[in-house]
């Protein structure tokens, strides 16, 4: 398995998982009504590798949106039942609900994105194609990718040329904004800005022995005791604008930090803090291994 950034959007994280190390996927349904990926991740007696939010829901009440499936039970059928599915044999398929045989889960793409290697071109979704954070479950006959897209997030058009250079051959756009979230062995890769409790996951299980540890980049540019002081310098570095929009507060021990970024790539680090030294401030990376 593999975790990287974008080489040009240092925000988007692409995970790459090779189905020959895949144990399990499944798309599972939260604690009723919502639950947050660190409850459910906690919870499980067999931990996921990767786990991700899923598709939409009310935000009034929890209640699954579109078209769902958990376990061969139909949860919701509220429309658009083109999506992602696993059948019994623990495959994703593409397609309808009421055409893809021997399914277990399934998935509503709002919308899709990628068929059969290329762009669908849909106008489903249209009223939130703007920049967004976004959530992204692809595939193609060799890899599954989940790919999550931090602040100041992408469009439909910037997120479908970035799953068709992965060569997907399906991919689907699932609930994104404050429901954006990822964790690698429990762990956030994703903004820890956001943590709004969900209806249901993505969840990866990896066979044993797999490995899979990565080394990531955080650019740090200032650590403070006080809770308010950190949201304070957030907001001037934030004010940068550009990819600086996406900077965070990371809780590490006593210390708030005001970071930017999680690279996979060293050298994206080390030019951002080329950058943010120009720019007065004192920048450096913090080193973290998954």
Do not use: W
Not at 92 to 104: A, C, H, P, T
Not at 174 to 200: A, C, F
Not at 207 to 221: E, L, P
């Amino acid at each position: 398995m593999k975790v990287y950034n974008h080489k040009n959007y240092n925000y988007v994280h692409i995970t790459e998982i090779p189905k020959s190390e895949i144990e399990k996927i499944d798309f599972a349904l939260c604690a009723d009504p919502r639950e947050s990926l660190e409850s459910f991740y906690n919870r499980q007696a067999k931990k996921p590798s990767v786990l991700t939010n899923g598709g939409f829901f009310s935000m009034q009440d929890g209640t699954t949106a579109f078209t769902y499936m958990d376990e061969q039970r139909i949860i919701s059928s509220q429309g658009y039942n083109t999506g992602i599915g696993i059948n019994l044999s623990g495959n994703l398929v593409y397609g309808k609900i009421g055409e893809i045989s021997n399914l277990r889960d399934f998935v509503s793409g709002y919308p899709c994105l990628i068929e059969n290697g290329k762009a669908t071109n849909s106008t489903v979704g249209s009223e939130i194609n703007y920049n967004a954070r976004r959530t992204c479950l692809g595939y193609n006959d060799s890899t599954i990718f989940i790919v999550t897209v931090d602040a100041p997030g992408v469009n439909f058009k910037v997120l479908t040329q970035i799953i068709l250079e992965l060569r997907c051959k399906y991919a689907i756009n699932l609930d994104g904004g404050g429901s954006t979230r990822e964790l690698i062995d429990g762990k956030l890769i994703t903004s820890d800005i956001y943590s709004r409790p969900v209806d249901n996951v993505v969840a990866v299980y990896l066979k044993k022995g797999v490995s899979h540890n990565s080394v990531f980049y955080r650019v740090q540019v200032g650590a403070f005791l006080l809770k308010g002081n950190a949201e304070s310098y957030l907001k001037k570095v934030q004010g940068l604008g550009g990819v600086y929009k996406g900077s965070y507060i990371n809780k590490d021990g006593l210390y708030y930090r005001v970071q930017v970024g999680y690279f996979s790539v060293k050298s994206n680090a080390e030019n951002m803090v080329l950058d943010l030294k120009k720019k007065g401030y004192a920048a450096f990376i913090k080193e973290e291994t998954k």
